[in-house]
């Protein structure tokens, strides 16, 4: 594969897909060398996502699908009915989502594509009919992300332009993880906001944490706010309430892994200090996450089951791929999420607008919000 594939808006793309072939950025060997990865089938999928090859929720759930769609591309002879390939690509869903468990967005997608498939073999009876409208669906989900991408960009930066105390100033923002292209199918959610705020000429600076222990701060986000240009300064994770007291942050936007009905959101881990030290400063903290990031059936944040990732990626460097730089024989507790409680979020981006507090209240009406969103999308297919 070509070095640094690009999509049409030069960011640079961690899936490369076409109908029957799909490429993953092995995103653990940026920002030195971009190689990417043949995926042929469900089974490499899996391996990708849970070797960290593809992360971030919404990539995740779209290499998945896209991983299985190449597999039903490439079945020449299937022995079965409709409802025989129902099957197997429900069990191939199944398998594709024990491979992280705390990005709601993979178990959204597999929702989304059992209902697909069972409607189509409601009405026939060849198994072909059924892969056909999955693969048809999981490539509308690649299409989909960026331009789901590219509106909660543009409703952050008027977001924060509103909030702006006078038109002359510009704002600096600080991120943690990895919420772009490289997290999505392209331009990203929290750094999309960024990269909108940035295109409308009122960014001051963005500011990225490290975020360790797997550094997709300094390795992904440096290396996309470098790439495009945008005045970016990079930080340890420890001294991002020292930079809010020096008075260098205006605003913290997050992404999001899962959002409870409440509002309490699950991101990297770390993201629940930034937001506690925001609310110290008197900082806005916002998550901007696509409505698939949101999980109704879970009413807060309590009920989010949290990946514990390997002790390598504390003991040694380079998240655990690296030489050892802990003292052998300390036992290790690696969480690789915590959840924000929501009485710290000041508002939540999505692709539909933004989901705010009502005045005087510390809880958001999540899903008040989506079903008007879900009320307003069917007016709009039947007019
Ligand atoms: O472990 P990762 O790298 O998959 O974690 C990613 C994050 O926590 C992101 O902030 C989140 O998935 C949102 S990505 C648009």
């Known amino acids: 594969m070509a070095n640094g594939a690009q999509s049409e808006d030069k960011t640079l793309q961690s899936i490369c897909y076409k109908r029957g072939s799909l490429q993953l950025l092995d995103q653990r060997k940026l920002p030195l060398e971009t190689i990417y990865l043949d995926i042929k089938n469900a089974q490499d999928g899996w391996d990708a996502i849970k070797e960290m090859v593809v992360r971030g929720a919404p990539a995740i759930a779209i290499a998945a699908a896209l991983s299985l769609a190449v597999e039903v591309s490439k079945l020449e002879t299937f022995n079965g009915t409709a409802q025989d390939a129902v099957s197997f690509i429900s069990q191939k869903l199944e398998y594709l989502v024990s491979s992280r468990p705390t990005a709601v967005n993979l178990s959204d997608a597999t929702t989304k594509l059992n209902e697909v498939i069972k409607k189509a073999a409601s009405t026939a009876s060849e198994a072909k009919t059924v892969f056909e409208a999955y693969i048809e669906a999981a490539e509308i989900m690649l299409k989909d992300d960026v331009t789901c991408n590219k509106a909660i960009g543009s409703y952050g930066a008027s977001l924060l332009q509103n909030q702006l105390p006078d038109s002359s100033r510009k704002i600096s923002i600080l991120t943690h993880c990895n919420t772009g292209s490289l997290a999505t199918a392209g331009y990203g959610t929290a750094l999309g906001v960024i990269r909108a705020v940035h295109t409308s000429g009122v960014l001051e600076r963005a500011y990225c944490t490290e ?159 989506v079903h008007k969103a879900s009320g307003d999308a069917r007016d709009t297919i039947l007019h």
Not at 297 to 304: A, C, K, R
Not at 323 to 338: C, K, L, M, R, T
Request: charged share 20%; hydrophobic share 45%.
């Open 211 to 369: 975020t360790r222990p797997f550094n997709q701060g300094s390795r992904l986000t440096a290396f996309e706010l470098v790439s495009e240009n945008i005045p970016a300064t990079l930080i340890a994770d420890s001294a991002a309430a020292a930079l809010m007291k020096a008075g260098r942050v205006n605003a913290v936007i997050v992404g999001a892994d899962r959002v409870a009905a409440n509002g309490d959101t699950a991101n990297k881990i770390g993201t629940y200090s930034l937001a506690v030290c925001a609310m110290h400063h008197n900082i806005p903290f916002y998550v901007a996450a696509p409505l698939t990031s949101v999980d109704l059936s879970l009413p807060s944040g309590e009920q989010i089951v949290i990946e514990e990732r390997s002790a390598k990626e504390l003991l040694n460097t380079r998240g655990g791929l690296g030489e050892q730089i802990a003292a052998s024989g300390i036992s290790v507790w690696n969480p690789a999420f915590d959840v924000t409680p929501a009485s710290l979020i000041s508002g939540i981006i999505t692709e539909k607008g933004v989901i705010k507090k009502d005045d005087g209240s510390d809880a958001f009406d999540i899903a008040g919000f």
